[in-house]
């Protein structure tokens, strides 16, 4: 090889002679400090392994719970809409029911008014008669009279519907 700075061609040398292998040391005799920090990382590996499978074991229990109690609740809520629809159906015919028996004592009240109204037009036109044909006023306690119709009428709207409660007519002074 020719060497830039001097221009002289240097020869090659020979390989150096080898140092004569040497077996490597015996395990038992030099100190095993790898072995140890394996050995710890080891155990914290399988620890943290350990940990692991008791956390999966305690939320799978613990999602099994949840599960549990979803089901539960769901259970609840149909339960609750049947009951829902039971009571609406109840609710609609007593509804039906009431709505039936209003209309009846209006009708009970509409026939009361016209026969009282009309009752009371024959008082009035057999009153004006009598003034008119005697000339002098009849000696007839009208507000008896108006009691007596008032009691009739009870009576007649009661014999037509029995299980109508008790009607009370009360007359203004």
């Known amino acids: 090889m020719t060497t830039p700075a001097t221009g002289n061609s240097q020869r090659r040398q020979p390989p150096m002679p080898q140092a004569p292998s040497m077996p490597p040391p015996s395990a038992a005799n030099r100190p095993n400090v790898q072995d140890a920090t394996y050995a710890e990382e080891a155990a914290r590996v399988h620890q943290r392994h350990l940990d692991m ?91 008896s009279l108006a009691n007596e119709i008032d009691r009739s009428a009870v009576e007649k709207a009661w014999s037509e519907n029995p299980t109508a409660p008790h009607l009370t007519i009360t007359r203004e002074s």
């Open 53 to 143: 499978a008791a956390e999966i074991t305690r939320l799978t229990i613990e999602l099994e719970e949840w599960r549990r109690r979803a089901l539960a609740a769901e259970e609840d809520v149909k339960r609750g809409e049947r009951r829902e629809l039971t009571l609406q159906s109840q609710v609609d015919t007593r509804n039906t029911q009431l709505t039936q028996e209003r209309d009846l004592f209006k009708e009970t009240v509409v026939k009361l008014s016209t026969q009282f109204g009309t009752a009371a037009s024959i008082i009035l036109d057999a009153h004006k008669l009598m003034d008119e044909v005697l000339g002098q006023k009849p000696k007839v306690n009208l507000e």
